[in-house]
């Protein structure tokens, strides 16, 4: 059998890794350049939460120790208020850590690993534009700009939630298709190492400065920087023009950063950059008869909010590993059973992104965001086995997404009715106990 993969992300890369294993002829086309031929520039590197369920997705092509070894362990998180003042909450026991990973080194060993298959093929600046799906046939364009032409029996469609494949299935046939742009945008600015090459910050933490409309998360790097990414709605990005405007923005909101970015490099890399869009989008199916697939972004975008888009994305290659094991050859089976079981988990995570979002959007403070995590701790604490917190069946199971939200629902009506309960009982016992003294005292005296 003969595969075309459209796009050589992260997804892309790693699915020809598994279509190869599973003895395909694989041809994956890229549109950009090789990124392992271009230079690496320094402080530019731009950084991913990795948790256990891409790990799992690397571990079934042999490469979680590589990509574990190159990342930086977070695990907790650390909250960093209005005044600077900072507090730390472990994600869980000490084997329980998200990683952060280089996005670029990730993309650059899959491409490496998928490449040394001999019965895989790279294809770089070939941009797919056009497809006959029956045919089995996809065109592309080179750098030459000279249409090329390729044929197989499976198309798989891993370019992203601007997908070009997914457009062409939205033309010509029956498809479900949504999309939601949310206010906010995002900057990545920079924290470079210190002058002594040393990390500026504790560099085993996921850094948060909780601002309600306006939020900033720091990552690790393994060159001593972080990577920060600003989100905040685009008219406020808009009403900061000048040096001036944004220092008095930072000086108000996240001050103990300024001294660490730099003052001079935070000007010039904030009025430099655009903010860019976020964006959420659903559709349905994910194939087309026997002949083409959606993966990752492709086939579900969502908002950052959880910092599951890749591992989402990793998993779907995993889940569709499991269902080629179970059809051998199938394709039109194979096909169908993987859009009908990952439709559900894919719309859950989408779903819990953009709840996420909103949750973080409306807490006003930092107060206010530690507050709720140490509810959520506090319950697990009290009931280990029933009461799990939703970020901890997110990032630290394999859970289907789908089923966390049941379960969410299920133990919030537990803990609704063990308050109410206790609501209830704060004052019945108070009341029966003031009634049963007063009967008391009638029994003494009031017979006389
Ligand atoms: P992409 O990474 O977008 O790759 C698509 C590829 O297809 C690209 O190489 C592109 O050049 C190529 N392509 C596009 N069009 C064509 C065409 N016509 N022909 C050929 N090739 C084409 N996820 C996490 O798990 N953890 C995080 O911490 C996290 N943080 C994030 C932070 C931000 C600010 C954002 C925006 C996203 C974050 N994500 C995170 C999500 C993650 O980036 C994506 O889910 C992931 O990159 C999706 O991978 P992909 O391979 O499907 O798509
Ligand atoms: C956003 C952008 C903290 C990388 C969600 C937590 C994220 C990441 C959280 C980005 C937050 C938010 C969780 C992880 C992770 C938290 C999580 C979000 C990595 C609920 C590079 N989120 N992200 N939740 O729990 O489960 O610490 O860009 F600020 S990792 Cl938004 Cl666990």
Redesign the pocket.
């Known amino acids: 059998m003969h595969a075309i993969i459209v796009g050589g992300g992260l997804v892309g890369s790693l699915e020809a890794c598994f279509l190869a294993k599973r003895g395909l002829k694989v041809d994956l086309f890229e549109a950009r350049q090789d990124i392992r031929l271009l230079e690496h520039v320094k402080g530019r590197s731009?950084?991913?939460?990795l948790?256990v369920r891409g790990r799992e997705a690397l571990g079934a092509v042999g490469l979680e120790q590589e990509v574990v070894s190159g990342g930086i362990r977070?695990n907790a998180?650390k909250i960093h208020d209005i005044n600077g003042k900072l507090s730390a909450?472990a994600?869980g026991t000490k084997d329980q850590y998200?990683l952060s990973i280089d996005r670029r080194k990730l993309n650059e060993t899959l491409l490496s690993a998928a490449e040394s298959n001999s019965n895989v093929t790279l294809h770089f600046k070939h941009k797919f534009i056009k497809a006959d799906l029956d045919e089995g046939k996809a065109v592309f364009l080179n750098s030459d700009g000279q249409e090329v032409e390729a044929h197989a029996d499976l198309i798989v469609g891993c370019d992203g939630a601007y997908s070009a494949l997914r457009r062409h299935i939205m033309r010509t046939t029956r498809f479900d298709y949504s999309q939601e742009y949310i206010p906010h945008g995002?900057m990545?600015l920079s924290i470079p190492p210190s002058k002594d090459d040393k990390f500026q910050m504790d560099h085993n933490f996921?850094h948060?400065w909780?601002r309600g409309e306006f939020?900033m998360?720091a990552?690790p790097n393994q060159d001593k920087s972080f990577?920060l990414?600003l989100?905040m709605p685009f008219n406020i990005f808009e009403s900061i023009k000048t040096n001036e405007d944004l220092l008095i923005f930072f000086n108000k909101y996240f001050k103990d950063s300024i001294d660490l970015i730099g003052m001079k490099e935070l000007c010039d890399c904030f009025l430099s950059s655009k903010a860019l869009p976020l964006v959420s989008i659903k559709c349905w199916p994910y194939h087309v008869g026997k002949n083409a697939l959606l993966l990752g972004d492709a086939a579900h975008a969502m908002v950052?909010?959880?910092?599951?888009g890749m591992n989402c994305g990793l998993e779907d290659c995993l889940v569709l590993d499991e269902i080629f094991e179970e059809f051998g050859n199938d394709l039109e089976s194979i096909l169908n059973t993987y859009s009908i079981s990952r439709n559900p988990d894919a719309k859950a995570i989408c779903d819990l992104a953009m709840y996420?979002?909103v949750e973080?959007r409306d807490l006003v403070n930092s107060r206010s965001?530690l507050f709720r995590?140490k509810v959520d701790n506090i319950l697990h604490m009290i009931m280990p086995n029933s009461f799990i917190p939703?970020?901890?069946m997110?990032?630290?199971t394999r859970l289907r997404y789908h089923q966390i939200i049941k379960k969410w629902r299920f133990q919030k009506k537990i803990v609704d009715s063990a308050l109410y309960a206790l609501l209830l009982s704060s004052f019945i016992i108070p009341t029966v106990f003031i009634a049963s003294n007063k009967l008391k005292l009638w029994n003494l005296w009031g017979r006389k």
């Open positions: 731009i950084n991913l939460a948790s977070m998180r909450q994600y998200i995002y990545e996921l948060i909780p939020m998360i990552l990577t990414t989100f950052p909010f959880y910092g599951q996420n979002y973080m965001f995590k939703l970020y901890t997110v990032s630290f």
